[in-house]
């Protein structure tokens, strides 16, 4: 396991005060209605009944190469669905598991929530391409069909999230000021809490990605964050090693 996804673990399964805690803080921070925060901090709780906690025997970093019988395998860190993700890839038979990196029929959630990276939008857009780069005939995702070369995949994905971006302008355009009444705008159907909450922690994630380009501007009043346009685009410098920074705290459950 990434070392990254490793350190968080144990938060979301055994020590979750804290971790809830913040995350009420976050909610509430970025417009969730406070009849409902409770209950949007704690929809994971009920997994951890089914998870039996085991600490990595072996932390890996990004381009490390680890042998299985007679098959050699290199580990890609790809940040963006989570913060520690990492895919393997077979160059002797050009085969890539993808996990959640990359699917065939859907978009992974990439989200921003306090154990997200800080600009996850960007980590995910930034893996994408580096696996793209990559020599592969054959794509085997955790779940869903295969594909062949990620690099049509790559294409679509980096398309839908820039349709999304604009959707995110449209609904502040519109008069949707917190996140959460931008994410009902962006994703008016999910009604389940945890759909609910997965849709807030995605339109947060493009929001950022906007806040970054200069697109937009995260404005705080009372503790609550309100976004607006920004007057002249003016993008940040990249931050660096963006993926290695993070939010004190944590989101039980992604």
């Known amino acids: 396991m990434h070392r990254d996804e490793a350190a968080i673990v144990p938060s ?10 913040d995350l009420r803080a976050f909610l509430s921070r970025h417009g969730t209605p406070e009849d409902q925060v409770l209950d949007f901090s704690e929809v994971s709780l009920h997994w951890r009944a089914y998870v039996s906690l085991h600490r990595p025997d072996t932390e890996v970093n990004d381009g490390e190469r680890l042998s299985f019988g007679d ?43 306090p154990q997200s990276t800080l600009d996850p939008l960007h980590d995910f857009e930034a893996s994408m391409r580096k696996v793209a780069a990559y020599d592969v005939n054959q794509t085997l995702p955790a779940h869903g069909d295969l594909f062949g070369h990620p690099a049509e995949r790559v294409t679509e994905l980096l398309a839908h999230h820039q349709t999304r971006r604009e959707r995110c302008l449209e609904a502040i355009g519109a008069g949707a000021v917190s996140a959460w009444e931008i994410s009902r705008l962006v994703f008016p159907r999910p009604e389940a809490l945890f759909e609910k909450r997965m849709a807030l922690f995605e339109t947060l994630a493009h929001l950022e990605a906007l806040r970054v380009e200069g697109r937009l501007v995260e404005e705080v009043e009372g503790g609550r964050s309100l976004w607006v346009k920004a007057s002249k685009a003016s993008p940040l410098p990249p931050r660096r090693e963006r993926a290695r920074e993070r939010e004190p705290g944590g989101a039980v459950g992604g």
Do not use: C, M
């Open 12 to 21: 979301r399964y055994v020590d979750v005060d804290r971790i809830l805690a």
């Open 71 to 113: 098959t050699r395998w290199e580990l890609i860190w790809t940040p963006g669905h989570s913060a520690g993700h990492v895919v393997a890839y077979d160059q002797q038979r050009k085969l890539l598991f993808s996990g959640d990196h990359l699917l065939a029929k859907i978009s992974p959630n990439v989200s921003k929530h």
